[in-house]
Structures are given as structure tokens and as C-alpha cells.
């Protein structure tokens, strides 16, 4: 009855936003995310992401740019993280670079997991001026078929995060809701299809908004 | 110290390869690190695909919260397990796989174990891992089924029931954190333990 709800209270805010807003940016973003784990609790995470841009006032099948990122991470206690690393934005303009700071903490509860992430990231290069940013975000994913997500079954994963963007004299705030079907190919394999929505720009003006096809792969490479 | 010397005498009479076979024995199963792994793979069933049986003593202890029923499959065996939260405790209890009752499981505090008893697991699992931390415990009833429910219904003494604590501990290991889920018998006993094999949360976190 609580997943029904969910789903109608998607729907519902999905259709809202799709009828209140003139010409949404939609388009498609693949990822590849490969997570390899060290001794003593340390990991590294190579995240490959790349965005194509399908309709923006017309139909019109564009590559927009190519993220490429490698974060190092440690365990402090049990269920909290803290990491560091770089991301490259790879575009036809040049490669604009980032380094990012995260902490995330994550609880089992009897039928899901949920997860907070805070991060802290800034960008240099391209000519542009340096943006900094802070994150927040919470995601959650539910199987869907025991209390534990094992191979072979679906899940669903919500995530709701709030960026605050600050470059020169200027701030804005995006705020990104993801739901996405996912499916566990393995007990280090998963893959996942949803619906990405981004709204910044509201703030100071009228509001931008993008729905981005997301279709995420999981990988973690054994120990 | 006469038994002492008896085993000693043993001991020195084995042949080399016995020594060496029994030292590796004890070496291992000395490790806390070497246990059993726990690794369960359960999947949400419809009451229908559930054992008359076990359908049966779910009724008789008059819930009257949702239950959800759950097959489980471990490393050997299938079972049927029905969750509910009823006057704010978590409650799980597992059938075989044709419906025999094999226990009930109550989520409680630490606290909530006789002080006496919690004292000798605590220091059972202080001389085995100096720090860890409680995650979860369960208060395991089993045996006699119907004073179980008797128990249960009318809160009536644990007379006649198995009573085990299932606690499932995090500690760190060789510079990494892991978890246990131990056994101990109604007096604070030693019973057995299973490492639990976490799950990846990669992709809550990236």
C-alpha cells in the first residue's frame, strides 16, 4: 500500500511539472560507475558519465559533454564515508576540472536502505570563472522483493538532492529528483533506467528545467 | 594438571603431519576472523504460497498487525519467516519448509537482557574483539511452540522455552570494519557466530 502511494505521488508531481513548465530540456545520461575495494576499508570509484541532449525546443539529437571522475574513499565507522577525488567535464569547448569532497552515511531499515550525501565540490578551467558548490542528498533504494536486494531482483531507488551554487557574485539553487527501476544482475552487478528531473535558475528568474533518461550500471570489483 | 600432562603426552605422540593438521586446526578456528558466513537470500511470498501449518500458529497468536511473509533461502535449507511490528516490537518467526515452528524472534535492547547475563556476553565479546558495537539484538524463543504462544499472548514466565540471544555485533578487523551475528544461550553462553556478508551500497552513494 506505502509503494502504491509512492508511485501515485510520483506520478502526480511528474505530470505537474510536466504540464507547468514551457519547453523542458530532455535528454539521455549513461553511466558507468566501477567501484574497487582495498584493504584497511578504502576504495576507489571510476564513474564515467555522458550526456546527450534529445530535445531542447525541437527534436534534435545532440552530445553535449562527457564527465570522467575517480574517487578515493574510506570507511570512518561502520555505515559513514568520507572521499575525495577529480572529475574531468570533457566537452568540445575543452576539459573544465573539478575536485570534489563527499561524506555519506547510510542506515539499513527492515525493508530499505537509505543513504545522505554531503559534498562539496569546485571547478576550475575553460575560461570560466571557478563555481563552488554544496550537496546535499538523500537516496533511498527498495526491493522489491524481500527486505534485502539479492541477485536477480528488481529495485526501486529515489534520490532527492539540493545544490547551492556560488560563482563570482551570483548564487543559484538546483534541486534533482531521480526514480529509477533498478535490477541486481549479480551480487556485484547493478543496473538501473528512471527519469532524472534538474530545476535551477529559479531563484533569480524563470526556471530551467531538464529531464535526463538516466541508465546507470554498478559494478564492484572483488576485493 | 594430570590431564594436562595426558594431553601434552598425546600431543607429543602425533606424528608430524597430525601436528601440523591440528595446528592449522586451531590456528584457524582460533581466528575470529574464520566463521561461518551468513548469507541469506529471502523474497517476499503471498499468504497462499505459505504452509497451512504455519498459517495456522500465525493465527492462534491473534495479531492483529499486517504480517508479511517471506521465503528464505541459506547456503542448505528453505524456510518461511512472517514479520510484523505489533505493540511497538519487531517480530519475526521462522517455520521450516513444511511449516514446522523453529522459533520467534523479538528485536530488544541490550538493556532489555538480564544484567548478569548481558555482563558475561559483553566481556565474552570483549576478550574476543576489545572494541565493537551492538548493531541489533533478538531475543530467540524456540522449542515448545504452544507455550511460546502461551507466553506471548499472556506474557506468562519463559518456563519451558528455549530462550537465546542473537546478537549481531560491528567490530574492526585487520583495519577493516565487519560484522558478526552471535548466538548466546540463555545464560550468556558462547553458542556460535556467522560473519555477515555486507551488500553493496555503491550505488546510494556515487
Known sequence: ???????????????????????????????????????????????????????????????????????????????????????????????????????????????????????MDQSFGMQNPAEFRLRYR??????????????????LKFSNEYLNAFQENDYDLEVRTAAYLGY?????????????????????GYARHRFWIGLNYFYTLKD | ??????????????????????????????????????????????????????????????????????????????????KTRYRGENYSIEFSENGTFEDMEIEISAEDIPSGVNQRIQDFLYSEFGRYAIEKVQLQLSGN???????????SDLLGVEVHYEIVISTRLEGSFVMFEFLFSETGRYVSRARIVEKSTDNIIY
Not at chain 1, 576504495?43 to 574517487?71: G, P
Not at chain 1, 552515511?105 to 537509505?114: A, H
Not at chain 2, 511452540?145 to 506474557?155: A, M, N, P
Open chain 1, 1 to 119: 500500500m506505502g509503494r502504491s502511494w509512492l508511485f501515485l505521488l510520483l506520478f502526480v508531481l511528474v505530470s505537474v511539472n510536466l504540464h507547468a513548465r514551457p519547453n523542458p530540456q530532455w535528454g539521455i545520461l549513461p553511466s558507468v560507475n566501477i567501484n574497487k575495494r582495498l584493504p584497511k576499508d578504502w576504495s576507489v570509484n571510476f564513474k564515467a558519465e555522458s550526456r546527450q541532449i534529445i530535445y531542447r525546443d525541437s527534436f534534435r539529437f545532440t552530445y553535449s559533454l562527457t564527465d570522467v571522475s575517480l574517487i578515493a574513499a574510506t570507511r570512518i565507522r561502520l555505515r559513514t564515508t568520507i572521499g575525495g577525488g577529480y572529475l574531468a567535464r570533457i566537452s568540445e569547448n575543452g576539459i573544465r576540472h573539478r575536485a570534489i569532497q563527499q561524506i555519506s552515511i547510510s542506515r539499513n531499515y527492515p525493508s530499505f536502505r537509505l543513504s545522505h550525501r554531503i559534498s
Open chain 1, 138 to 155: 538523500l537516496s533511498s533504494e527498495i526491493p522489491l522483493q524481500g527486505q534485502s536486494l539479492d541477485p536477480g531482483e528488481f529495485f
Open chain 1, 184 to 204: 541486481a544482475l549479480s551480487p556485484a552487478g547493478k543496473l538501473e533506467l528512471g527519469l532524472d528531473h534538474r530545476a535551477n535558475s529559479f531563484i533569480s
Open chain 2, 1 to 82: 594438571m594430570q590431564s594436562n600432562t595426558f594431553r601434552i603426552s598425546k600431543w607429543v605422540n602425533h606424528s608430524f603431519i597430525q601436528r601440523t593438521l591440528i595446528a592449522f586446526s586451531l590456528l584457524i578456528l582460533g581466528n575470529p576472523a574464520f566463521t561461518q558466513q551468513k548469507f541469506e537470500r529471502e523474497v517476499r511470498i503471498r499468504e497462499r504460497d505459505v504452509p497451512e501449518s504455519a498459517l495456522q500458529y500465525i493465527a492462534s497468536l491473534k495479531f492483529d498487525t499486517n504480517i508479511r511473509w517471506f521465503k528464505e533461502y541459506g547456503k542448505d535449507r528453505v524456510s518461511f519467516e512472517a
Open chain 2, 145 to 155: 511452540k504452544e507455550l511460546i504462544r502461551d507466553q506471548f499472548r499472556y506474557r
